[in-house]
Structure formats: structure tokens, C-alpha cells
């Protein structure tokens, strides 16, 4: 793996990690790369300096801290991190996340009540969007009210 610094047109600098140079250069190539802050696809490597280790450092570090074999008892849980998303991916949540703000009502957390009135012909038919518990969402199943779970992708996720 390679990590890149990375900087968009707009100047949010960034890191990208790829599984080798080539790997970069074609994602940039074929547009895949965006800025996760702002989504421009006009991406380029930022100046960066190498982190190098000399052997002597190296032998020294591994002396100083061995590598257990098995962790301790005692020690908690190793924390996951999220799996990180590619850029294109993130970038076409947002462009889903824009164009359903932008072309439904946002009903918040009287989604499933507002959805089973529609269904019932209660209220106009129209695209709608918003919040639901379980139950809610397990009502709306047993009604057979049509919905769809959209990743909501803030702006600001990378």
C-alpha cells in the first residue's frame, strides 16, 4: 500500500491510500479520485516528504518494544476502524443525497406516518424522505408501503 497526500482545486488537502502508484495514476486517469470535502474530481499529489527508518533505528525500536505474541488479558477489544469508502462511491451518495433534498419533502421523524397516509391515499402522492425506527419500518413492511434505505452521506465524510 501507498499513501499519497493529496490536494483538490478548491485546496482541501487529503490523503489517499492505494495499493500502488499505477493504482493512483489510473484512478486519476479515468476520474475516479475526488476531494472527499468537496467532490471535485480535480485532484493532484500534494509535496510531501518521505518517512524513512534506518536500520539502526529500526533494531532499536525492536528491541525496545517486543511484539507480544497474544495480547494481554487485560487489554480491551481491538476497536474497527469503519471501512473507508472509495472517493467515486462517496461522491455519487452526495449527488443521490443532493438530488432527493433537492426533489422530495422532508417529513423528519413523521416519515412512516406521513408514508402510510400516502399509501392510503390520505395525502397526495409525492417523494418524501426522512427518519424511522424499527418498528416503524417493520409497520411500513407489514403495510406493504414501498421505501427504499438510501446511505445518507454528509458533505463533510471522507
Known amino acids: ?6 490536494c483538490c482545486g478548491n485546496g482541501h488537502a487529503f490523503e489517499g ?3 500502488d502508484s499505477a493504482t493512483f495514476v489510473t484512478l486519476r486517469r479515468e476520474g475516479l479520485l475526488s476531494c472527499p470535502e468537496c467532490g471535485t474530481a480535480a485532484v493532484e499529489q500534494a509535496p510531501m516528504a518521505p ?3 534506518g536500520r539502526g533505528r529500526a533494531r532499536a525500536r525492536q528491541e525496545e518494544e517486543p511484539a507480544p505474541d497474544v495480547a494481554p488479558a487485560s487489554a480491551p477489544p481491538a476497536r474497527q476502524k469503519p471501512p473507508v469508502l472509495p472517493d467515486a462511491v462517496l461522491s455519487a451518495l452526495r449527488e443521490v443525497r443532493r438530488t432527493v433534498e433537492n426533489s422530495c419533502e422532508n417529513m423528519g421523524k413523521d416519515f412512516a406516518d406521513e408514508a402510510l397516509r400516502i399509501h392510503y391515499g390520505e395525502a397526495p402522492e409525492r417523494g418524501i424522505y426522512g427518519e424511522m425506527s424499527e418498528a416503524q419500518r417493520e409497520e411500513l413492511e407489514d403495510e406493504g408501503v414501498t421505501f427504499q434505505n438510501i446511505p445518507w452521506v454528509r458533505d463533510t465524510d471522507s
Open 1 to 6: 500500500m501507498i499513501c499519497y497526500r493529496l
Open 17 to 19: 491510500w492505494y495499493k
Open 51 to 53: 518517512a524513512i527508518i
